[in-house]
T-cell receptor, first 116, second 115 residues
Framework: GAVVSQHPSWVICKSGTSVKIECRSLDFQATTMFWYRQFPKQSLMLMATSNEGSKATYEQGVEKDKFLINHASLTLSTLTVTSAHPEDSSFYIC????????????FGPGTRLTVL | AQSVTQLDSQVPVFEEAPVELRCNYSSSVSVYLFWYVQYPNQGLQLLLKYLSGSTLVKGINGFEAEFNKSQTSFHLRKPSVHISDTAEYFCAVSAGGTSYGKLTFGQGTILTVHP
């Protein structure tokens, strides 16, 4: 149980285009989802927290207009990187939490974004 | 706010030897502590967690960790490692207050097991 999937697993795009990454909880209802980014050889940095049906809460320094997060259902959250640039190239990982496991997050496999 | 420090960025060890990966945290409130493992180009897999109760926590793949409140540590141990344990390990803390439920990660420790 507690499986989280991400799609796509990797994506290459041209500079200036937008990319959407999906995060799904497959066997539970995710009341909260988190989005992280991980640069090579670095740790995970929390970008934002999204609660189903509410606006996402972004961490300091994360541009909300550039990283659009939607959490329209209890099993799906999306991260859209708008007008992507090479410096946005990174590994993006989502995690999900249900109402009964407040202190545990289940992680997706990650999405590797490369912006040319 | 909480923070996590993993004291070793890389730990090389021979197969079947014991290993300890060190983690210290700081927080002004009660914490919940986690260890995750990440294989290349993959997400994170939970190894073990401390929420409350016994300070010695056993996890998957033969790993265990001990919560030491006085030393604010949560070191990860395994008595005998395998080649397949080669991966990056992250210690994380979730605390109360305004950060309730959010995970703060350490910098990661790359464990390399040599034959």
């Amino acid at each position: 149980g507690a499986v989280v999937s991400q799609h796509p697993s990797w994506v290459i795009c041209k500079s200036g285009t937008s990319v959407k990454i999906e995060c799904r909880s497959l066997d539970f209802q995710a009341t909260t989802m988190f989005w992280y980014r991980q640069f090579p050889k670095q740790s995970l940095m929390l970008m934002a927290t999204s609660n189903e049906g509410s606006k996402a809460t972004y961490e300091q320094g994360v541009e909300k207009d550039k990283f659009l997060i939607n959490h329209a259902s209890l099993t799906l959250s999306t991260l859209t990187v708008t007008s992507a640039h090479p410096e946005d190239s990174s590994f993006y990982i989502c995690s999900a939490r249900d109402a009964s496991s407040y202190n545990e997050q289940f992680f997706g496999p990650g999405t590797r974004l490369t912006v040319l | 706010a909480q923070s996590v420090t993993q004291l070793d960025s890389q730990v090389p060890v021979f197969e079947e030897a014991p290993v300890e990966l060190r983690c210290n945290y700081s927080s002004s409130v009660s914490v919940y502590l986690f260890w995750y493992v990440q294989y290349p180009n993959q997400g994170l897999q939970l190894l073990l967690k401390y929420l409350s109760g016994s300070t010695l926590v056993k996890g998957i793949n033969g790993f265990e960790a001990e919560f030491n409140k006085s030393q604010t540590s949560f070191h990860l141990r395994k008595p005998s490692v395998h080649i397949s344990d080669t991966a990056e390990y992250f210690c994380a803390v979730s605390a109360g207050g305004t950060s309730y439920g959010k995970l703060t990660f350490g910098q990661g420790t790359i464990l390399t097991v040599h034959p």
